[in-house]
C-alpha cells in the first residue's frame, strides 16, 4: 500500500518501486499546486490589512489590547499572565489581613477557609460602638469603644458602703469614682425661711425673720476706768452695723468726772468702729457726754456729772439722736447727729480717756440708775 506525505498527500515510492517520470511530474504539479508564492502571500496580507475586524467587547468578539494592571476599571482589554498573577497575590494578602482581624477580637480563622467562610464570620462580629473613655470604667475592666478594643478602666471604686454626707459651713468634696452604696444627705426640717435671719440665705432658702437682740442690765456701774496718760479707747455698748439699735434707761444713764488734786481729765463719748488693725476709730463725738477738765486747787477731788438716755442709732442711713443734760430730773434736750456709713466694723458706743496728770483718783464712772436696755433690730 502507498505511502503518502501528512499535509500534500504526495505518494511516497516504496523501495522495491521504480519512479517513472509520470508519477514525478505528478508529484511537482501537486506540490506547485499546493504550495503559495511570494505573490500570494503579499495578496493574502494585504486581503488581511483590508479586513475589518471590531474591537471586542462584552457582546461580541473582536481584537483587543493586552493589559497588566490589576486596578483598572475598562472592559476593552485582556488582563495578561502578570496581570493575574498580581491579581491573585493580593487576594492572598487581603485573606491573610482579613483572618488577622478575626483572630484579634477572639475568633477562629484560617487563610485555608475559603472566602464565603470568612465572610460569614464577618457578618456574625458585633463591631464596638460608643465614645467610653479609660475614665469612665470600673478600674481593672476592659471595654470596647468605635476605636479600640481591650481598654482597661481607670474608674476607682471608692466605697460599696452607704455614704452620709452631712452639710457644714465648709465644702465637702468627694474624689470621682464608683459608688457601690446609697448616697444619702440629710433633710433639716429646721431649714425654713422662718428660722434664718432676713437677708440671709442658706443653700436655696431665703430667710425671712427679722430678730431683735435683746440686752438688759440693773442698776449699777457699767464701767469705772482709771484716766491713762495716753488717750484710749474703751468699748461700752456693741451696736449692729446690719440694724437699728436703741439704749433705753428706766431712769437715767450718768457720765461722771472724779478728778484728783492737781489733775485733769480728757474723756468723751464716741460712735466708733474698729479699723483693719482693729483700732478703734471716731465716727462722730456725742455733744455734751464729756469732759475736758482740770483740778488744779489742791488735794481734793473734784465731782462733774452728766447724764443721757434714748439713743438711737440707725447705722443704714447714718443717723443718731439721744438725750442729754446735766440733770437726772429735767432740761433734757435732744441732739441729732449725722455720720458716715462707709466702715461700721464692730460699730460701738466707746469711751475715750485720757490725763496728762496721772492721779488715782482721776477716773470715769458710766453708772446705769433702773433697768437698761440695748434693743438691736437687725433689718
Known sequence: MPIETNRLKLPLPLGNESVSRVGINAIFEKIDEGVATREDVEELRQLVNEMD??????????????SSKTNGERE???????????????????????????????????TSESWDSLINKLAGVVRAKGNAAPSDVRAGKSFSNSNQVDIVGTLLEQTTDTLTITPGVNTKTNPPGIYGGDIIVPGEPNLVPGNIAKGVKIFDVEGTFNPTDVIQWGAGHKAIQTAPTTE???????????????????????????????????????????????????????????????NSGGTGTAYYDQYINSLVVDPKNGYMSYQRSTSSTSNYSRVVKNFATNNLKNLSIVMSLSTSVPNTNTQVKIYQSGITTLSRVFT
Open 232 to 294: 484710749t479707747f474703751y468699748q461700752i455698748y456693741p451696736l449692729s452695723e446690719n440694724g437699728i439699735n436703741v439704749l433705753y434707761s428706766t431712769d437715767y444713764i450718768s457720765l461722771t468726772a472724779t478728778i484728783g488734786g492737781g489733775s485733769n481729765i480728757y474723756s468723751y463719748l464716741h460712735l466708733a468702729y474698729q479699723n483693719n488693725n482693729n483700732v478703734w476709730q471716731s465716727l462722730v463725738a456725742l455733744d455734751g457726754t464729756g469732759f475736758s477738765l482740770s
Open 53 to 66: 475586524i471590531p474591537d471586542a467587547s462584552l457582546t461580541q468578539k473582536g481584537k483587543v489590547q493586552l
Open 76 to 110: 476593552d482589554v485582556a488582563a495578561t499572565e502578570k496581570a493575574v498573577g498580581l491579581a491573585f497575590q493580593a487576594g492572598v494578602e487581603r485573606k491573610a489581613e482579613v483572618v488577622a482581624a478575626l483572630n484579634s477580637i477572639g475568633v477562629s480563622a484560617s
